[in-house]
């Protein structure tokens, strides 16, 4: 264990590591240790019972074994099926989950057309349905589920001739419809961005949340008084994974370059 308590981070793969980026930025001086569920990815293919247990599972170790101050869902699937579960069993823990950007798309639209990307679960959950009623009332908002841009991520096909055609049948009907924001909400997609861009082109801006998401974990770890004092940015990453293999490790490294200790997770 090292010896200050690290920050707690998982999803169903590589694509939390666009949160967990964008927290590294604005908590240089803090132990991170990341949870890679590859081997029962995809979540957004699984039922609700699976993902909350797996859930609860993950959030058992790095609270229980691995001591971490702070949880972060770095998945919006989890985040949509599982987050009131561990808040409700962990009623002390800081947990912090994302979820798609579709407020600051409805604000920042001038066509008030968006369209939003996820898994299917995700865009079928209750929470994402909320979500639109509470800041979407003044938009059209065009939503689509994404089976296997995931794994194009996981396989390290970010631009890869079957990746942009992926892309193309989910991306051409919305941007057919006229939208101009588009919001990334998998936390895998922030890695496909540049093929995404090709094909939307300037006019539609790409909204992700991993920023937001790191200023607002700092803020719940300054306002417990849980933030690493020690100005010297040398945070440490560690990394779980299930099912753990050279290729996940490689594509790790081509996401998160400094990713270096990998272990095999057990539970
Ligand atoms: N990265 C995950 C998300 O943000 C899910 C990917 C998956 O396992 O389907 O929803």
């Not at 001086?29 to 247990?53: K, L, M, S, W």
């Not at 779980?240 to 790790?252: C, D, E, I, P, R």
Request: hydrophobic share 40%.
């Amino acid at each position: 264990m090292p010896a200050l308590p690290s920050i707690g981070f998982f999803d169903s793969g590589w694509g939390g590591l666009s949160i967990m980026k964008a927290a590294r930025h604005e908590l240089p001086q803090e132990n991170f240790c990341y949870v890679a569920d590859c081997g029962n990815a995809p979540y957004g293919d699984r039922t609700h019972e699976f993902i909350v247990n797996r859930a609860v599972k993950i959030t058992d170790f790095l609270l229980r074994e691995q001591h971490v101050k702070a949880v972060v869902i770095s998945c919006n699937t989890a985040t949509a099926e599982a987050a009131e579960v561990l808040r409700a069993r962990y009623p002390e823990a800081v947990i912090v989950g994302v979820e798609p950007a579709v407020k600051p798309a409805c604000e920042l639209s001038k066509t008030k057309k968006i369209g939003v990307i996820a898994t299917t679960r995700t865009i079928n959950s209750k929470r994402y349905r909320d979500l639109l009623t509470r800041y979407a009332a003044q938009c059209r908002v065009f939503s689509q589920g994404c089976p296997g841009l995931m794994e194009c991520v996981e396989s390290g096909q970010f631009h890869s001739p079957y990746t942009v055609s992926l892309l193309k049948k989910y991306l051409q009907p919305m941007k057919a419809q006229g939208i101009d924001a588009l919001v990334l909400g998998c936390t895998h997609y922030p890695f496909l961005s540049e093929a995404i861009e090709e094909l939307m082109g300037p006019e539609v801006m790409l909204l992700e949340p991993g920023a937001a998401v790191a200023r607002h974990l700092k803020g719940c770890l300054k306002d417990k008084g849980l933030l690493n004092p020690q100005e010297s940015p040398d945070g440490r990453d560690s990394f779980y994974v299930s099912g753990l293999s050279a290729q996940k490790t490689l594509v790790a490294q081509r996401l998160y370059s400094s990713a270096r200790c990998f272990f095999e997770l057990t539970v």
